[in-house]
């Protein structure tokens, strides 16, 4: 028999072709494509009003209304940006002394909102003690409080509250009107601040096993040991949370600053003075200044959310899962 038709008996019959199945979860080529739109369409929706802002920010014509859809107007300049940094306003102050008040408000706000919300967000999650639910459904109470509407008691309470003149070290100091300070400011908006910072924290720590408390104890650590090694250390995500919401509270902060702070221009925040740049037409408004100080106040904020970003969603999630 010939080599060929060794070969031909021999050959191996043709396997018909299995058709590939996606695996559970994959999507199809279609589908994906229709994400990829949606998703696209949502960026782009997000995007636009930040573009827009930044092109009436360099726009030197302070147009109060678009005239088309040109991202990079014609004669694009810095010049707004310069203006509102040198004085926003017909008011001798500063954008520095502004973003400094800010952030005197800003930086109390978040070191009192998790101070004293860790505290006691500890002693709701871990202690057991007389009239504990009563307290609880007391901070709910608060935290569904407009804000708003505790300006007038806040206002008559910190106003009362009042130091001096006395002379200090050879020095005439006026008197010192708590309503009427940036501590007032701050005070206030971290009685409002600290309810939500209980009861976030508070649900993150219910989910911390206590099993590892009780193995620290079991060591000889004492219960402040316990809080301070043990509780802290795993609860930078809520703690990273909340600080970066109580920055938000007072950096934006704008009912209590112009309730409160009234006459003195050089304790103005930045929402205040973003506020008095609005004029009583929109032709009035300096529109390319307005939208170069709002780029302004918001780039802190941007900042700071980037560099706490995986502290925030690890925090958001896992804090949300029981309470």
């Known amino acids: 028999m010939s080599s060929d038709a060794v070969a031909a008996t021999t050959t191996v019959p043709r396997v018909a072709a299995i058709p590939r199945r996606r695996t559970r979860g994959q999507l199809s080529l279609r589908r994906q494509v229709v994400l990829q739109l949606v998703c696209l369409f949502i960026a782009a929706t997000m995007l636009f009003p930040i573009l827009w802002i930044v092109s009436m920010a360099i726009d030197p014509r302070n147009i109060a209304r678009p005239t088309g859809l040109d991202l990079i107007p014609p004669g694009a300049t810095l010049a707004a940006f310069a203006k509102v940094i040198a004085q926003p306003t017909?008011?001798?102050?500063?954008?520095?002394?502004?973003?400094?008040?800010?952030?005197?408000?800003?930086?109390?706000?978040?070191?009192?909102?998790?101070s004293v919300g860790i505290l006691?967000?500890?002693?709701?999650?871990?202690?057991?003690?007389?009239?504990?639910?009563?307290l609880m459904i007391a901070v709910l109470a608060v935290l569904m409080l407009p804000a708003v509407a505790t300006i007038a008691p806040l206002f008559v309470l910190l106003n009362k509250i009042q130091i001096g003149p006395f002379d200090l070290l050879g020095l005439h100091l006026d008197k010192f009107n708590l309503r009427a300070s940036l501590l007032g400011v701050a005070l206030a908006v971290t009685s409002g601040q600290l309810p939500f910072a209980i009861w976030n924290m508070k649900g993150y720590?219910?989910?911390?096993?206590?099993?590892?408390?009780?193995?620290?104890?079991?060591?000889?650590?004492?219960?402040?040991?316990v809080f301070l090694y043990v509780i802290l250390p795993l609860s930078t995500p809520v703690i990273a949370v909340t600080a970066f919401f109580g920055f938000i509270a007072g950096w934006t902060e704008f009912y209590f600053s112009w309730m409160f702070l009234t006459g003195n221009v050089q304790s103005w925040t930045l929402a205040m003075t973003l506020n008095g740049m609005v004029g009583q037409y929109s032709g009035t408004t300096p529109w390319s200044q307005f939208a170069a100080y709002s780029i302004l106040v918001a780039l802190p904020v941007s900042v700071v959310y980037l560099y706490l970003q995986k502290y925030i969603v690890s925090g958001l999630t896992i804090g949300g899962v029981k309470g």
């Open 205 to 225: 720590l219910d989910t911390i096993p206590r099993d590892l408390e009780e193995a620290a104890q079991v060591d000889g650590a004492g219960r402040l040991q």
């Open 90 to 114: 017909l008011n001798p102050v500063s954008f520095p002394q502004l973003a400094l008040n800010s952030l005197i408000i800003s930086v109390l706000v978040s070191a009192a909102s998790v």
């Open 120 to 134: 006691a967000a500890y002693a709701f999650s871990r202690l057991q003690f007389r009239g504990r639910e009563v």
